[in-house]
């Protein structure tokens, strides 16, 4: 019998690792998913506990980050970091023995490194204490207190299904009575999520309040037009109706 190759996902974010762990199992059916952790500190607890061959590990998550988590495991199996902005830190993997996957993980990537990880369970993990001190002082350089971390993902009930929507698919949302409305180039979804909630937890400069009832990504707005009765209403892309802007929000296009 083939022995079975096991692994732990950790992220802070619950999306990211549902759809790590989907996208893994699409490229790597036999890999055995042995459990998910929200923080470095649970990764540790649970790599202790299961035993995994193989960790992912998000850089920034609150409390121990990945890179103190990996300081701490990467002497009993294999370590692949998972990040969303760092470019210094991607710079530094690419000099070093250290396996990473950019957000989101495209099929491609992942094929890539599984591919890798596979030559490797043959093999003791490597010696990367010295690239984690290289990652660790650039995390330094970049301030003691890591990045806000926005949501990246909305999950959204259809049917029985839960649908996956990452933000950059989003044109804007929309308050409709006790629900949310959530608008893409190619469907419209209701989420029980406030806009306030949305507000508080999306990155401001990815998407703008243009009304109390409307937030709208920054990148698909197409253009600011004055209807006849001197409102600025607003055009996105991929999408046929007008946004009104209100006035309390109408400084955003100061130039109107």
């Not at 991607?90 to 950019?102: K, R």
């Not at 650039?138 to 301030?143: I, K, Y």
């Not at 003691?144 to 990246?152: A, D, F, G, I, V």
């Not at 044109?171 to 806009?195: G, M, N, P």
């Amino acid at each position: 019998m083939a022995q079975v190759t096991t692994a732990l996902i950790a992220d802070d974010e619950e999306p990211m690792r549902e759809q790590l762990r989907a996208r893994l199992l699409e490229v790597w059916p036999d890999l055995q998913i042995m459990a998910m952790a929200s923080n470095g500190v649970e990764a540790v607890e649970m790599a202790t506990r299961f035993k995994p061959q193989i960790v992912f590990l998000d850089i920034r998550m609150p409390g121990m980050g990945g890179i103190e988590a990996a300081r701490q495991l990467y002497d009993r199996c294999h370590i692949v970091f998972v990040t969303a902005y760092d470019q210094y830190a991607v710079d530094a993997f690419e000099q070093g023995a250290i396996d990473y996957l950019l957000k989101p993980v495209t099929a491609e990537r992942l094929v890539t490194t599984c591919e890798r990880l596979r030559r490797r369970l043959s093999q003791a993990p490597q010696d990367i204490g010295a690239q984690l001190a290289q990652l660790g002082s650039l995390l330094q350089q970049q301030g003691s207190q890591p990045k806000r971390s926005y949501l990246r993902w909305i999950q959204a009930q259809v049917g029985s299904n839960l649908r996956m929507i990452s933000t950059r698919e989003i044109l804007f949302f929309q308050s409709d009575e006790k629900y949310t409305r959530v608008q893409t180039a190619t469907a419209e979804l209701l989420i029980r999520k406030t806009l306030k909630e949305l507000a508080d937890e999306l990155d401001p400069d990815e998407f703008w309040r243009i009304h109390r009832s409307t937030l709208v990504r920054v990148d698909a707005i197409a253009e600011v037009s004055r209807d006849m009765r001197g409102r600025q209403m607003l055009r996105v892309r991929n999408y046929p109706n007008e946004l009104e802007v209100s006035r309390n929000h109408s400084h955003l296009f100061q130039q109107m």
